[in-house]
């Protein structure tokens, strides 16, 4: 049996993956997409691990054509005839309904699981400015496809005064919406109408801003990467926003540094858990947060490629070595 990592280029998380692999013995072997394409129809025995495209585009719109082309890679790679001893640790179609976030929510939704409210998807600035009107509070304009901060716009709108608050990662420059790695605070609407438009374009969901739990006076929420029935690890996110992703310079805490009671900590336990066996993954990283003053805990999103943690990765690199123990064990019977 053999491990293949799949992406375009080398990136640091496939590198840290192969470390994982040598530390076990276990040789992981790389290819591009073009190269996994040219060679899967005479592949034997093989377990595939399918990671995201390495991209430095800030264009936000040609990003988004980018993501296309990745469901499109997907699409493909899931229609493709496998030998019965080749696999997908995570397969084409459930990563693909995964990077769908309005699908993602429902098939959650129909199991049970507490996830952040939706409201409608707005497709004009119009429409926004009254959906955010009817909800009285605080909302996120996301791009509907893909995982990350990317295109994210927390938005709040007090309509008796007519005064916008948005924090984004996304800036105008000369006619052209960039992806930056810092977050910008916007207070009118000349601001901001072409940043939301962009995102509309590409398709967006609209989430209802709830309170977040806070550690040492910031909010945090949590990546808590499920491998099955496992909890692999978690890693508390912390910001002075409402915008915690970790590559915005916001900081990463330690699951034990969190106060919580152990019925709060089993439901998170349950509810990741449930998340990727109803999507059909077999890992993924599910974002979570905690209701301030409640304890509830909602379901973000479920990212099937996010089992990257720098965090551990620059530690212990646990995640992806207990991974590829499962592999082992799991998939034994491909060198029988």
């Not at 590198?15 to 530390?23: D, R």
């Not at 072997?29 to 025995?45: A, H, I, K, S, V």
């Not at 601001?191 to 709830?210: D, F, H, K």
């Not at 943690?309 to 207990?322: C, G, L, P, R, T």
């Amino acid at each position: 049996m053999q491990i293949i990592v799949v992406s375009n280029f080398l990136s640091k998380r496939i590198e840290y993956f192969i470390e994982a692999g040598k530390h076990l013995q276990v040789e992981v072997r790389f290819m591009t997409y073009g190269e996994l394409f040219n060679c899967l129809p005479q592949l034997r025995q093989a377990v595939i691990k399918l990671e995201p495209c390495v991209s430095d585009e800030t264009n936000f719109l040609k990003y988004a054509l980018l993501n296309q082309a990745y469901k499109e890679t997907l699409q493909r790679l899931g229609e493709m005839r496998l030998s019965d001893d080749v696999c997908f640790l995570n397969t084409p179609h459930a990563l693909l309904r995964a990077l769908d976030k309005k699908e993602t929510k429902q098939v959650l939704m129909d199991r049970g699981l507490k996830v952040t409210p939706m409201l409608p998807s707005p497709r004009s600035f119009d429409e926004l400015r009254e959906l955010l009107t009817g909800c009285g509070r605080g909302c996120f304009l996301k791009p509907r496809y893909g995982s990350g901060a990317g295109g994210v716009m927390a938005i709040r709108y007090q309509p008796n005064r007519n005064k916008w608050v948005v924090y984004t990662t996304l800036q105008q420059v000369d006619g052209v919406i960039h992806n930056t790695k810092r977050i910008h605070r916007l207070s009118t609407e000349k601001e901001m109408i072409p940043l939301a438009e962009a995102v509309m374009q590409t398709e967006a969901i609209l989430e209802e801003w709830i309170p977040k739990e806070q550690l040492q006076g910031e909010n945090y929420d949590l990546r808590v990467v499920c491998r099955e029935s496992e909890i692999d690890y978690i890693v508390v996110r912390c910001s002075k926003g409402s915008i915690t992703n970790l590559h915005l310079n916001n900081k990463a805490h330690w699951w034990n540094e969190l106060s919580l009671p152990e019925v709060v900590r089993q439901q998170i336990y349950f509810q990741c858990q449930e998340a990727v066996q109803s999507l059909d993954l077999q890992y993924a990283g599910v974002d979570v947060l905690i209701e301030r003053g409640t304890d509830i805990p909602y379901i973000i999103e479920v990212n099937g490629q996010g089992d990257h943690v720098y965090q551990d990765m620059f530690a212990h690199n646990s995640i992806y070595i207990q991974q590829i123990k499962n592999i082992k064990k799991r998939y034994n019977h491909a060198n029988r």
